[in-house]
């Protein structure tokens, strides 16, 4: 069993929800948590390789400028560590291959796609074959939503969780299959983590607003084969404690938030694997 | 080389933007459109190979799932009309930028540095239109002119495969950069046309005061040493301008009035700014003594007060009026995010924890013409709300707080505020956070973005009237990203103890950064040419005084410079080095080399008189509303409602992150539901402790036209009154006052200044008073003076304005308290006295009237009121509690009641008021210090006791059904309305916007 759990979230060029990301793993028991700035990457002076829990949180990494997170895949595709001939995708790559574990929050999840990490069919990463786009609605919008989780799901960080109540924030969340046979591979392989539901956790919802973007399918997030890698548009670091959520003055609610579970479940994986 | 790139979305792929385009030319400019298509267009300069253009556009450029693209070539087919908009040469190209990055790292050598992309977009039209229908949907919503131009192609005149030829925005500077002597003439006249015609906005005398500055034998001298000629230079004058303008100086709060009473008592003020504001926080922090929370007051560029001890608050509250008026998004994105630079640019700079907007808006369903250079009031508010968003929501700052007023006279001048706050360790590397401090010898660094014609005489265009010279270049674009990595960079930066002392380059640019700094070592010397420039050819003068946006003025250690340098280029953040501080004494500036400025730091800052005023106050008479009591009162509540400055403003607020950094404790939407109207906002700025900030508002410009002192404090008590209903104690609140204004100095434009000045001393004696008696110091704050309008025969001038804005630190967030109503059984209880005061009330306004009655703050009645509420929620008593404000009680007990998704039953006789005997002036009036508060019956006894020496009363219970069921003064059943229809009427009037 690993002694020291050590976890990574990287900010930089429009990443915003560094600290609470990191005090999520903090509160699920990571031994060490550094919030790594992308330029500590390039340098050389952090290296991927000394962790094991990947946070890429939200923002609006490069302002969303080319669509979300367009640029930063075309950054960690190419730009290459100083002083050495690889690319930050490759050590990415490498993490993968070691079966880390990879989380990815709206921004983090849209870079995920965007970069083939997700749904990564069959091991081939770097092939996008999902996307996430512009909310039906033309407009970026807060609100918190019903999320219901597939039990059967290879995902470890849901393993044991009902449904969950979770703020999106985003203005790209829509997901969209290439094609049919991806979203019906999707479904089949349990890839589908999280949907947009009702508040009974029942069925999942395609109205407006419970399905806030208008994806397909009211797909939430999604997960790999291996369930190690995991990226959802809603944010489970917003609700790791009671008063985040939006009722608590009116509901009686447990101390801890929801979101905290899905740091927990990675920590506890990793303690257990590594 | 110039290359096309064109991105759109594949066949049956729902087009987003393009379906948004469609409803708001529909909804805005009621012309129907079948369908809008978007295209986004890249024009690339550079020496690009055919490979390279085709990696881009099927890499960074374009989404392989959603999306297709051309090179060279058209995606365009079938249209009727189609728009390309794109912007004007030197325009901020924010996705340009981010284009021409993603470019480069795809490029391999030197070849990277010559590729530039600009960005444009088309819009292809279907549906019946004629060409002039087409420019009014191109010039009317898609593009402003001012710094934006299109193309229209008639779809008839084309065929698949045609390209539109590429179009390079390329800022071309046939001058060389040079610096003019301006020679001052002993002529008056001609001296006020130098100061029109370079917008520098003095006055003849100040223009005077400069040319009698020159003939001065010592510093003829000195200048000639110094190697200038005669006259004054281009470079010194434009600094004097901006130094000195009314938006940097503040000339009108510091000026000395003599004011005389209606009943011709004469009485003189030296100065506004530091007898009241600044008057009544000395004498707050006098009481306070050894237990005084203040740190720094307006010195630095916010407010710094203690919030524990190991963190200090920082806050500020900004206004972007002018700029918002002319280019809404751009001017509303570079007002938020240039208050962010405030705050974080305090002390020895904050991390930036949240955001409050409040803006002034004429109805968005303004009808009739608008006078020449007015934006439609919809497009303002649509504009401003997406700057904002882009501002704030880019930069991870949640907007916790705000809110939107409208009047029509906001038609003239929009007003835009945005404030930001932050937290900082009360100690940085042993070194007090809140001290700042420069000396001789350090290195004057500027750091973040570039500088370019952007926003040149924003500061002096801001001190004038909205007229027909108002600038161009006085427009900026803000770039959230740029400042988003300099702040990144800056905090790191901070924490090694890499520099001493920050500041923002705002208003006045660099001549204002540099110089306030260097007033504190005593002097600096700077080239200007060492300064990075987005284009070349920019004149010295114009490097100066440029109000480019995402830059920092920093003085750095000298032994640090070379780590500080390599920090930034690690984290890729341009930072130069512009000259050293000195304590010569003289703000000197060269350009390569060669001097072109060299003035006294004491003129340049002390060398202004004081203005002197009059001012004279005649209480306006309107005349007495004569409308009966409306027999349906259902239909009243609804009506008011509805109301523009009642309504749900859910659609805005859900545009704007209120919950990013995880502290959010109380949201703008609370309720069953999540759409009930929060009081004020709370976080936790350290998630691993449970103290928390609230931060909320107050403004009610309406009362401006019976009597700004009760404006003032009325806006005060407002903003203290939010904040203790969410859970907030008097003894830790701070407040910020923003006072914007129509021009208060008599002149021939402006026949009524005597009037309009008396109105803002009356407004600044309430502030002081009530401040005072609630224990609140002003700790920053901020005026803009010149909100008027005036282009031919129209003069638009906006309503005297207060906006006081509350800081207060929590204890405990787990005490906080929402406005909706929690369970049935609930007691409903009114807190303070109703008096006849609908005086400006939305209930007046609803009926054609103002009414002279307006609400009077007895402030220690209040006070005590505050103080027991605080202990009530303290011992966990308080169910809900509503701020009673717009509308008065009608409003907040439906808002309590619709919120929480429960019914009510009220009785108003039970109500504590006094001279009232009609049902609507009850439910209506807007007496202030009054709550709505639910409490559970258990805690009724208790709840009781603590409020048993302020007005308080049980009026009814909340209800299990859902219905709102109101009895009359005379014992008889007014209202009984289903809460579905109450809440519908609160929720339509902006829900489509």
Known sequence: ?274 | MVSRIEVGFLPGVRDALGEKTRRRILHDLHLSVERVETIEVYTLEGNLTDDLLERVAAGPFSDPVIQRYAIDGSLADRFDWLIEVGFRPGVTDNVGRTATEAVQLLMEGTQKNGVKVYTSRQYLLTGILERGQVEEIASGLLANDLIQRFEIVDGRTWRPGKSIQPYVPRVVVADAPRTDYVDLPDDDARLQEISSRRVLALTVEEMRIIRNYLQDETVRRGRREAGLGEGITDVELECLAQTWSEHCKHKIFNSFITYEDERGNIRVIDSLFKSCVKGSTAAIREELGPEDWCLSVFVDNAGIIKFNEDYNLVFKVETHNSPSALDPYGGALTGIVGVNRDPFGAGKGAKLIFNTDVFCFASPFHEGPLPPRILHPRRIYEGVREGVEHGGNKSGIPTVNGCLVFDERFLGKPLVYCGTGGIMPARILGEPSHIKEVHPGDIVIMTGGRIGKDGIHGATFSSEELNENSPVTAVQIGDPITQKRMTDFLLVARDRGLYRAITDNGAGGLSSSVGEMASLSGGCEIDLKNAPLKYAGLHPWEILISEAQERMTLAVYPEKIEAFQALAIKMGVEATVLGRFTDSGKFHVRYGGQTVAFLDMEFLHEGLPQMKLKARWTPPINPEPDFPEPSNLGQALKDLLGRLNICSKEAIVRQYDHEVQGGSVVKPLVGIAEDGPGDAAVLRPLLESFEGIVVSNGICPRYSDIDTYAMAACAIDEAVRNAVAVGAPLSRMAGLDNFCWCDPVESEKTPDGQYKLAQLVRANEALYEYTRIYGVPCISGKDSMKNDYMIGGTKISIPPTLLFSVIARMEDVRKAVTMDAKKPGDLVYVLGETRRELGGSEWYALNGFVGNGVPRVDARRARSRYEALSRAMDAGLIASCHDCADGGLGIALAETAFAGGFGMAVDLSRVPSSGIDRNDELLFSESQSRFVVTVAPAAREAFEAIMADSETACIGCITGDRTFVVTGLQGAAIMEEDLASLKEAWQQTLRDL
């Open chain 1, 1 to 274: 069993m690993l002694q020291r759990v050590r976890s990574m979230v990287i900010t930089g060029n429009g990443t915003n929800c560094e600290w609470e990301m990191a005090h999520a793993c903090r509160l699920a028991g990571s031994d060490e948590v550094d919030i790594v700035h992308i330029s500590e990457l390039l340098s050389g002076e952090k290296r991927l390789d000394d962790y094991h829990f990947l946070n890429l949180p939200g923002g609006f990494v490069d302002g969303d400028d080319l669509g979300s997170a367009k640029a930063n895949a075309n950054r960690l595709l190419h730009v290459r560590v100083r002083g050495t001939e690889e690319r930050l995708y490759d050590s990415l790559l490498r993490f993968i291959g070691e079966g880390k574990l990879i989380l990815g929050v709206c921004n983090g999840f849209q870079l995920m796609v965007k970069l083939g990490l997700l749904p990564g069919f069959d091991g081939g990463y770097g092939t996008q074959t999902v996307t996430l786009t512009y909310n039906d609605s033309g407009k970026f919008e807060d609100r918190w939503v019903y999320l219901k989780p597939d039990a059967a799901s290879p995902c470890v960080f849901t393993l044991g969780l009902d449904g969950v109540y979770l703020p999106v924030r985003h203005g790209e969340g829509k997901l969209v299959p290439g094609d049919k046979a991806v979203l019906k591979r999707l479904h089949d392989q349990n890839q589908v983590v999280f949907q947009y539901c009702d508040e009974s956790f029942q069925e999942p919802e395609m109205t407006y607003p419970r399905n806030p973007n208008g994806s397909t399918d009211a797909i939430a997030g999604i997960c790999n084969e291996t369930g190690r890698l995991f990226g959802l548009m809603p944010h489970p670091e917003a609700y790791l404690h009671a008063t985040n959520h939006p009722r608590w003055t009116r509901e009686t609610l447990p101390e801890e938030g929801q979101g905290l579970q899905i740091f927990r479940n990675a920590v506890t994986f990793i303690r257990r694997e590594f």
